[in-house]
C-alpha cells in the first residue's frame, strides 16, 4: 500500500540511493533529485532499475546554488529526506565557499517544504564529524547535546575533510535553528562510519574506506606501526540501518531534534581479529589517501541510546557491515 510521496536530495549518493531503495520496498512514491551538471551527467540508470523505481520514483534536476529548483520536487510531499551534500575532493573550494553553499541549500529546502503546505516533517543527514570534534576526552561517550567546536576543527589537516567537517556542523546547527524559528519539524540524523553494501556499480568513498581499513589494520600489526591514533576505537553502522532511521524517524510522532545513529566502536584489536582472518588477501593500497592525518586524530564513542528510545532496532553488527561491502565490492567485480 502506498504511503505517500517523499523527496529524497542527492539521489545518486551512497546513501540516498540506499534510502530509495528502502523507501521503495516499503510503499513510498519518491522524488528524488540530482544535480545535471554542463560538463557530466550523473549516472541514475542504477536507481532508476530498482524495484518499483519506474512506476513510482520521479528524477528532479536540483542544484544546492540554485535552491528554488527544489520548490517542484518538494511540491505535495509529505516528507523530505535531505541527504545532498557538497563535497570538494580536490581541495579547490575554500571552506567557507562549501559552508555557504550548504547553508544556502538547506534554508532553500526548508522555505520549500513550508511553501509546499504539505511536508509534515524533514529528515536532515547530519554526520558524526557534527558531534566528536570537541574538548570532550577521547574515553567519553558523547550524544546528542554534544557539538563539534569549529575552530579546533580547523587545525585538522584540511585533505583530512576539515572543510566538510565545519559545513556539515554548520549546516545541522542552521537548520535546527531555522527550524525553530519558523516552526517547522525538523529532526536530524547523525551517522557515524558508514559501510556496508551500495546501489550500482561504483564502489562510494565512504565503502573504499572501510575497504582500506583492512589494509591500514593488518598492517599496523604486522609492521608494529602503533601510528593510527584514530583506529584505537571507531564507530561504525551499516548503510541499511542509517536508512532505516531516516525513515523510522519520519514515522516516529515524538521525534524531536538530533539521533546520533551508531551500531558499535570497534578497537583496532577487534578489527584485526575479524578482519586479517577473513580477508587477508586484499591489498588495498590505491585507497590508502582516504585515510591521511588519521593520526592527528583520537574520536571518542557516541551513544545511540536516544533513538533506541524510540523503539528503533540495529539489524546489522560488524561483520555484516564488511560481509555486505565486500560481497557487494565482488559482484561488481571490483575486488
Not at 192 to 199: A, D, E, I, L, W
Not at 266 to 282: A, F, M, R
Not at 322 to 330: G, L, Q, R, S, Y
Amino acid at each position: 500500500m502506498a504511503k505517500g510521496n517523499v523527496c529524497v536530495t542527492g539521489g545518486t549518493g551512497y546513501l540516498a540511493s540506499w534510502m530509495i531503495k528502502t523507501l521503495l520496498e516499503e510503499g513510498y512514491f519518491v522524488n528524488a533529485t540530482i544535480r545535471f551538471d554542463s560538463g557530466s551527467m550523473e549516472d541514475v540508470s542504477a536507481i532508476m532499475a530498482l524495484p518499483g523505481a519506474p512506476e513510482r520514483m520521479k528524477i528532479f534536476d536540483a542544484d544546492l546554488n540554485k535552491p528554488e529548483t527544489f520548490e517542484a520536487p518538494i511540491k505535495g510531499c509529505i516528507g523530505v529526506f535531505h541527504v545532498a551534500h557538497p563535497i570538494d575532493d580536490e581541495g579547490k573550494e575554500s571552506e567557507q565557499v562549501i559552508t555557504e553553499r550548504a547553508v544556502k541549500g538547506s534554508l532553500g529546502i526548508l522555505q520549500a517544504c513550508i511553501d509546499s503546505k504539505t511536508v509534515k516533517k524533514v529528515i536532515y543527514t547530519s554526520s558524526a564529524c557534527a558531534v566528536v570534534f570537541n574538548d570532550k576526552l577521547s574515553n567519553e561517550i558523547l550524544d546528542e547535546e554534544s557539538w563539534s567546536n569549529i575552530d579546533l576543527i580547523r587545525t585538522i589537516d584540511k585533505q583530512f575533510g576539515g572543510s566538510y567537517f565545519i559545513s556539515k556542523t554548520m549546516t545541522e546547527k542552521t537548520t535546527l535553528e531555522f527550524a525553530e524559528e519558523k516552526g517547522i519539524d525538523v529532526v536530524t540524523v547523525i551517522p557515524t562510519f558508514v559501510s556496508g553494501p551500495f546501489v550500482g556499480t561504483h564502489c562510494p568513498r565512504s565503502v573504499r574506506g572501510s575497504m582500506a581499513l583492512i589494509l591500514v589494520v593488518c598492517q599496523t600489526y604486522l609492521t608494529g606501526d602503533a601510528n593510527i591514533k584514530m583506529l584505537k576505537k571507531t564507530p561504525f553502522v551499516h548503510v541499511d540501518d542509517v536508512a532505516r532511521t531516516h525513515i523510522h524517524l519520519l514515522e516516529y510522532p515524538n521525534a524531536k531534534g538530533r539521533y546520533i545513529c551508531s551500531k558499535l566502536a570497534v578497537t583496532v584489536d577487534e578489527l584485526y581479529k575479524l578482519l586479517s582472518e577473513k580477508y587477508p588477501e586484499y591489498k588495498m593500497s590505491a585507497h590508502m589517501d582516504l585515510l591521511k592525518g588519521v593520526e592527528k586524530m583520537n574520536m571518542p564513542d557516541v551513544s545511540s541510546r536516544k533513538l533506541l528510545a524510540t523503539g528503533f532496532q540495529f539489524k546489522h553488527g560488524i561483520e555484516e557491515i564488511f560481509d555486505d561491502a565486500i560481497d557487494c565490492c565482488k559482484r561488481h567485480n571490483i575486488l
